[in-house]
């Protein structure tokens, strides 16, 4: 480790905390519906679309009416995408003839993208036409980014409300985070990607000659307007198979920090938004405490690991920390830090290659979705999942002391309890089950290029990327195959809704019940003890569940590693 490495890391904390704020009042203007500066030139657009969809914006839903609405948004969503997959060959803007893609394919592939996930069993430069990648996924990074915004506000007003029977319109909330705040983000993030080299146009390739003589053929296409809202929206599908890691998607050291900080924006102002919306803003600082909190254990391990590199490389005579699937063009400091960025949020971009980590240093992308994708976690989706936790958290805390659990100002009982327990059980219960389906059958054993600890971590990871909607995989896994296309596809739909669905539930129960002003006996929410205990139960709830896998996996890799062992 370096003294720069370390002034990346806290340059990135340091700005993003002074980002907050600003991004949290934004964000607090589209919860409530009011006028920003951008109203007087967008404003006809979005009455526009009201009238043309016949959708009344003050109009509010229940919690059922709002989450019937969100699925059916997005089951339509993945029926458009698989049939623009499949279609590809008689659609236009495919000047390389790709013929259209096999139905596990598509049907993998729009699920992914319809969930926010982004996996992507293929190579986007070889496979896909400019309209797939414009028409079929591109359209979904907003969506779905905007569908994540969308539940974190109705959660919000669930929490803010007093004797409600509605948290919010799904269609207005969709359509206010999209106009008002990730398309013009996206505007200006895609031009500052043109400036610093990042393609945009409609030809898919071109021809050039080498310095060597050779003839080679370059991917070009609609990079840089893809590249700004999938790291915006925590999607992370590249638009090439290298992912950010190729020089047209990230070409230079301020690009990568651009991309990095703006992965975590939204995400970090949310939880003003959140402190705002139930009138306490040290609620919002509370819940940012405790993910910076887990965000810097997760960088420092996986910055010391990558620092300290390969022992069995060191043993034969070459020293330094391990550069082994990293660009040289960003070293190992920000090739960590990205890892655990992309990974703690919902993101899945990389630019180095987590199969190629150390044991331990691969560990902690692995830990970090493993933990719910609350660290920080996906827009919207991270903050939702984090209160989730936050409401095991006052229940621990009010059985400790002998009450009723409040959270700011709203009794939780036993059926917020139940709910969040049943949201937050769904990862483990998939993540374990299919990662020993796919561990004893053929099908998927023919899926890992390595044996052994590293061949199971590979499985797990896909697993645990896929149900944690974050995208990133260990590549060494051959995933293009009807079974893995189809399960992890089945993985991703349920990882991403069967939170949903119980969380806006927990929504509705909230709004209806009434305030209860905090007295001497509440337990605080607000300090260093429940910040510490928010740490602890995202720890513990979201950690050893998966104690036995990680031991299977990255740890007993470690041991073989340190003993000299390749698998």
């Not at 969930?115 to 496979?127: D, K, L, M, R, V």
């Not at 990095?260 to 402190?275: A, K, R, Y």
């Not at 949903?500 to 260093?528: D, N």
Request: charge should be neutral; include cysteine; hydrophobic fraction near 50%.
């Amino acid at each position: 480790m370096t003294i720069q490495g370390w002034m990346l890391i806290l340059a990135f904390i340091g700005l993003l905390l002074a980002l907050t704020k600003p991004v949290g009042l934004w964000l607090f203007a589209l919860y409530e519906g009011r006028r920003t500066p951008l109203h007087a030139l967008l404003g006809p657009v979005e009455r526009g679309f009201y009238r043309l969809s016949g959708i009344d914006p003050d109009q509010e839903q229940g919690w059922r009416r709002y989450a019937v609405h969100m699925l059916i948004f997005n089951a339509a969503l993945l029926l458009f995408t698989y049939a623009v997959l499949r279609l590809q060959a008689m659609l236009p803007f495919n000047p390389l003839g790709y013929a259209g893609t096999s139905s596990d394919l598509a049907f993998n592939t729009a699920v992914s993208f319809t969930t926010n996930t982004n996996w992507q069993s293929y190579a986007g430069e070889s496979t896909l036409s400019n309209l797939a990648q414009m028409l079929g996924l591109a359209i979904h990074n907003f969506l779905s980014a905007a569908t994540g915004i969308a539940l974190a506000f109705a959660l919000f007003r669930g929490f803010a409300r007093r004797s409600a029977a509605t948290i919010g319109n799904f269609w207005a909330d969709m359509t206010r985070v999209t106009l008002y705040l990730l398309l013009p983000l996206c505007i200006l993030y895609a031009l500052f990607l043109i400036a610093s080299g990042v393609p945009q146009t409609l030809a898919q390739s071109v021809d050039l000659t080498t310095l060597e003589g050779a003839k080679q053929t370059l991917a070009l296409g609609p990079v840089a307007s893809q590249e700004a809202i999938k790291m915006l929206g925590t999607n992370g599908g590249g638009f090439f198979n290298a992912n950010s890691a190729h020089p047209f998607e990230n070409p230079t050291a301020l690009t990568n920090f651009v991309q990095m900080l703006s992965i975590f924006v939204i995400g970090f102002g949310l939880t003003w938004t959140f402190g705002k919306a139930v009138g306490n803003p040290r609620q919002g600082w509370a819940i940012l405490a405790a993910m910076l909190t887990l965000f810097l254990i997760g960088v420092t391990v996986t910055y010391w690991q990558e620092a300290a590199g390969n022992p069995i490389l060191h043993h034969l005579g070459v020293p330094g920390g391990n550069m082994e699937g990293k660009e040289v063009r960003f070293g190992i400091a920000a090739s960590a830090l990205f890892s655990v960025v992309t990974t703690a949020a919902s993101c899945g971009a990389v630019n180095a290659m987590h199969d190629s980590f150390t044991a331990l240093g691969g560990m902690i992308p692995l830990i970090n979705i493993q933990l719910g994708e609350v660290v920080v976690g996906g827009v919207g989706a991270g903050i939702y999942g984090f209160l989730l936790f936050a409401i095991l958290a006052v229940f621990v805390a009010g059985l400790m002391v002998g009450r009723t659990p409040e959270y700011v100002g709203k009794k939780i009982e036993s059926r917020e309890v139940k709910l969040a327990v049943l949201a937050i059980a769904v990862l483990p219960l998939i993540i374990l089950g299919f990662s020993a389906i796919a561990s004893v059958l053929p099908a998927g054993l023919a899926g890992p290029l390595n044996k052994g600890p590293h061949g199971f971590s590979e499985i797990l990871y896909a697993f645990t990327s896929a149900v944690g909607n974050n995208g990133s995989a260990f590549a060494g896994l051959t995933a293009n195959t009807p079974f893995y296309n189809g399960l992890l596809g089945v993985a991703m739909w349920v990882g991403r809704f069967f939170i949903i669905v119980p969380m806006l539930a927990i929504a509705g129960s909230l709004a209806a019940k009434k305030y209860t002003p905090e007295t001497a006996g509440s337990f605080p929410t607000t300090g260093p003890l429940w910040t510490g205990l928010l740490v602890g139960i995202v720890a513990v709830v979201g950690g050893l569940t998966f104690l036995p896998s990680l031991a299977l996996g990255p740890v007993a890799d470690h041991l073989a590693m340190i003993r000299g062992q390749l698998f």
